[in-house]
T-cell receptor, first 112, second 114 residues
Framework: DQQVKQNSPSLSVQEGRISILNCDYT??????FLWYKKYPAEGPTFLIS?????DKNEDGRFTVFLNKSAKHLSLHIVPSQPGDSAVYFC???????????FGTGTSLTVIP | DAGVTQSPTHLIKTRGQQVTLRCSPK?????VSWYQQALGQGPQFIFQ???????QRGNFPDRFSGHQFPNYSSELNVNALLLGDSALYLC?????????????FGPGTRLTVT
């Protein structure tokens, strides 16, 4: 049972434009959401997070939006850079943070 | 400061065999979690260790077991290997109660079962 879903396996964006990566979840007990970035041959690296009490969190070029009623979150990258090309995973947990559920990932390619 | 390290990098085993994967956490971290990432999938939580005990377990059979040592390093053992156990196994370390943002992943061990 996939509780966190990323329905777009891949995304291509021109350098300088906005990248929008989407994630849906089914478990209403999830309270904490994260985005990880993964390069080949490396482990996932934490990018940005948001708790359920917020609807937006911003860190430089990265912004995560949370819509709890729709059980949907998105990651915006503006402006996109070639170095952003990687696989992005969405993950979620309840308040304990003991167990994280990951989506299947979206491979982002930023074209110079 | 070395981050999370895992060994070996790659491993090939035969069905029915047993395998042990190793993880050294980032300095200052006391909690280790293990994940399985099958091809084309996201990481799936196997279990988490703290103070040498299993704190939380995901939906994995008893063939998957682990251990944490006094120096916080950890091992993942898989018995009676199946073809479906072929995956990238990721180790993540953190300090208890510091939250997921402080969870650091290692590069993983690629296990192939033939």
């Amino acid at each position: 049972d996939q509780q966190v879903k990323q329905n777009s396996p891949s995304l291509s964006v021109q350098e300088g434009r906005i990248s929008i990566l989407n994630c849906d979840y089914t478990n209403s007990m999830f309270d904490y959401f994260l985005w990880y970035k993964k390069y080949p041959a490396e482990g996932p690296t934490f990018l940005i997070s948001i708790s359920s009490i917020k609807d937006k969190n911003e860190d430089g070029r990265f912004t995560v939006f949370l819509n709890k009623s729709a059980k949907h979150l998105s990651l915006h990258i503006v402006p996109s850079q070639p170095g952003d090309s990687a696989v992005y995973f969405c993950a979620a947990s309840d308040l304990t943070g003991n167990q994280f559920y990951f989506g299947t990932g979206t491979s982002l390619t930023v074209i110079p | 400061d070395a981050g999370v390290t895992q060994s070996p990098t790659h491993l090939i085993k035969t069905r029915g065999q047993q395998v042990t994967l190793r993880c050294s956490p980032k300095s200052g971290h006391d909690t280790v979690s293990w994940y399985q990432q099958a091809l084309g999938q996201g990481p799936q939580f196997i279990f988490q260790y703290y103070e040498e005990e299993e704190r939380q377990r995901g939906n994995f059979p008893d063939r998957f077991s682990g251990h944490q040592f006094p120096n916080y390093s950890s091992e993942l053992n898989v018995n009676a290997l199946l073809l479906g156990d072929s995956a990238l196994y990721l180790c993540a370390s953190s300090r208890l109660w510091t939250g997921a943002a402080e969870q650091y992943f290692g590069p993983g061990t690629r296990l192939t079962v033939t």
